[in-house]
C-alpha cells in the first residue's frame, strides 16, 4: 500500500515537473496534480489496454513508438476530466508523454536499485 502511495507522489511530481517544462501543458495545483495523477492511473489501467490492443499493429510497425502517441491521448483525456489541469494541444501531450516515460524510468530504476540494497 506505501508503494502505491509513493508512485502516486512521484507521479504527481513527475506531472509538476512536465508543466515546468512544457509549454501548454499546465496544472494549477499540488492538489490538482495530485488528482490529474490519480486519475490517469485510473485511466492507463482501464481505457489504456484496449487502445493499445486497437493501435497494435501500428505500434509494431512504429517500431513501439506509436505507444508515446497513446500515451499523450490518454494525457489529453484526463485533461479534459480533472480541473486545473490543462494540456493546449496534442504536441505539449506528446512531449509530456516523453518526459513522463523518461520519469518514471529513472524512477523504477532508482526503486529497483534501493530493493537491491
Known amino acids: 500500500m506505501s508503494y502505491l502511495l509513493f508512485r502516486w507522489v512521484l507521479n504527481a511530481l513527475a506531472l509538476l515537473?512536465?508543466?515546468?517544462?512544457v509549454p501548454g501543458f499546465g496544472v494549477a495545483s499540488l492538489y490538482?496534480?495530485?488528482i490529474a495523477?490519480?486519475?490517469l492511473g485510473l485511466v492507463n489501467a482501464l481505457v489504456r489496454p484496449l487502445l493499445f490492443i486497437l493501435t497494435l499493429p501500428v505500434?509494431?510497425?512504429?517500431?513501439?513508438?506509436f505507444s508515446f502517441v497513446v500515451n499523450a491521448l490518454m494525457i489529453w483525456l484526463?485533461?479534459?476530466i480533472v480541473k486545473g489541469f490543462t494540456v493546449e494541444g496534442f504536441v505539449p501531450a506528446?512531449?509530456?508523454?516523453?518526459?513522463l516515460w523518461l520519469v518514471s524510468l529513472l524512477t523504477n530504476w532508482l526503486i529497483e536499485q534501493a530493493r537491491e540494497t
Open 17 to 21: 515537473l512536465v508543466a515546468y517544462a
Open 32 to 34: 490538482a496534480a495530485l
Open 37 to 39: 495523477a490519480f486519475v
Open 59 to 65: 505500434t509494431i510497425l512504429t517500431l513501439g513508438l
Open 78 to 80: 484526463v485533461s479534459t
Open 94 to 99: 506528446l512531449l509530456a508523454a516523453v518526459i
